[in-house]
């Protein structure tokens, strides 16, 4: 099974002419017993960049390693990621380099957004330049968020500037609380919901990695929160992972750092708690939400370590969906969640408490969004995210 899965991808590499003194040992344990292939970041050690590229066989299975910036490991800059084919077992493994293919491309146009895409089919676009649909309000103009993000099949899974809600805008990280100095600022709404504060603009900086990969393709980059004074109070690094589409799936990690400027405090809406990682849905058809304790209702604060909307988008006549995986390393694992059938999935976070940053300090959330055929149990969202929490673990010998 190993090797039929990954043979599309190993026809794409060559092999260097290597020594015996290029060819390593690694030990993989905690493999479990997942039936899903599992997009792992093995956090190594010494891991060179001088390699990018490796080949991991033990004589019957086999799969490839890619040295990329690490995103979960804060202890290490650079990781090696693989998805292992769910047939993989425990035990050593040989690898060596090779040469492989990218198969993911990155194409950045005159809008001021980049677009990841895998096999010439688009997977998301990063809009880092200031956005603003036709017929909405200048207030609402931003930057700094996905969309379109695809499904499998290429169907559009998120929306921008719906008219119900234009502040809402596809996979997006703001708050509709922010205090600099005692004064109230909105970055969900930008201008509050009445154009009655002053405004706050998440502002793009500079790339730092554009990397694609056979396995992964990776960017990170620099925003910071700009008051309508133009005073800047809050760095934010934006890092983000898309791993190549697997017979289960796609995942796609996203880590957020937040380092403060001046004095700076946040939060969710008064009672509700709403805001934090977000993920307006795209119009569609017969909406499930659910999570490990199955259907789920619209609600407010739940803590969940996971969440799925899954539904039929553009009228394909079949389920699609995405669900987000909260990172065990977060503070107040498992944050509450925003769960709402018109299409918003959004884990919020702190919910109604206040984070308060002084300069110099900084706090960092971590996820992955899981996209998938299917509704969450076809989508196999459960076994996903247990991929994702206690992923295997590979030691280099």
Same mark, same amino acid.
């Given at each position: ?11 794409? @590499? !060559? ?7 290029? @060819?390593?040992?690694?030990? +993989?344990?905690?493999? $479990? ?13 010494? !891991? ?10 033990? &004589?019957?299975?086999? %799969? ?26 425990? &035990?050593?493994?040989? =690898? ?15 809008? /001021? ?9 688009? @997977? ?22 996905? #969309? ?7 169907? =559009? ?9 234009? #502040? ?13 100095? $005692? ?6 709404? +930008?201008? /509050? ?15 730092? !990695?554009?990397?694609? &990969?056979? *396995? ?23 890092? +983000? ?7 289960? /799936?796609?995942? =796609? ?8 400027? *001046? ?11 709403? $805001?934090?990682?977000?993920?307006? %849905? ?30 039929? %988008? ?29 299409? %918003?999935? &959004? ?15 900084? +706090? ?7 996209? #998938? ?21 590979? !030691?280099?010998?």
């Amino acid at each position: 099974m190993a090797k039929h899965l990954y043979g599309i991808a190993l026809i794409l @590499v !060559t092999l260097f002419s290597c020594s015996s003194k290029d @060819v390593k040992t690694i030990s +993989i344990i905690n493999t $479990g017993k997942s039936n899903i292939d599992a997009p792992v970041e093995f956090a190594i050690p010494g !891991t060179s960049g001088e390699t990018k590229f490796y080949a991991a066989s033990n &004589g019957s299975e086999e %799969f490839i390693l890619q040295a990329t910036p690490t995103l979960f490991h804060s202890d290490e800059k650079l990781s090696l990621c693989s998805i292992l084919p769910s047939g993989i077992k425990e &035990g050593t493994y040989s =690898i060596h380099p090779i040469q492989a293919k990218s198969i993911f491309t990155l194409e950045e146009n005159e809008k /001021g957004q980049l677009q990841v895409i895998e096999n010439d089919e688009p @997977v998301f676009t990063y809009n880092f330049g200031m956005q603003l649909a036709n017929e909405a309000p200048e207030r609402y103009r931003r930057s700094s968020y996905i #969309h379109p993000l695809y499904d499998l099949q290429g169907n =559009i899974l998120t929306e921008d500037f719906p008219d119900d809600h234009y #502040h809402h805008r596809g996979v997006s990280w703001m708050w509709p609380k922010v205090f600099v100095a $005692g004064e109230r600022y909105d970055l969900w709404h +930008i201008y /509050g919901k009445d154009a009655e504060l002053p405004g706050i603009h998440h502002i793009f900086e500079k790339w730092i !990695t554009r990397e694609t &990969g056979a *396995v992964c393709a990776v960017i990170k980059l620099k925003n910071y929160w700009q008051l309508e004074t133009k005073e800047k109070v809050m760095d934010e690094w934006v890092s +983000i992972r898309v791993f190549r589409k697997a017979n289960n /799936g796609r995942a =796609i990690d996203i880590s957020l750092t937040w380092k403060s400027i *001046v004095t700076v405090e946040f939060e969710g809406q008064t009672t509700k708690g709403y $805001g934090g990682l977000n993920f307006r %849905f795209a119009p569609r058809e017969q909406t499930e939400l659910t999570s490990y304790e199955g259907k789920e209702k619209d609600s407010d604060l739940k803590n969940l370590s996971w969440a799925d909307l899954s539904a039929i %988008f553009n009228n394909s006549g079949k389920f699609s969906g995405a669900a987000i995986f909260q990172h065990k390393d977060n503070s107040d694992f498992p944050a509450g969640w925003c769960l709402r059938h018109y299409g %918003f999935l &959004g884990i919020a976070w702190p919910g109604v408490e206040r984070i308060k940053l002084n300069p110099g300090e900084q +706090i960092t959330l971590k996820a992955r969004i899981w996209v #998938h055929d299917g509704n969450a149990t076809e989508g196999m969202c459960e076994e996903a995210y247990e991929a994702f929490q206690n992923p295997p673990q590979m !030691t280099l010998e």
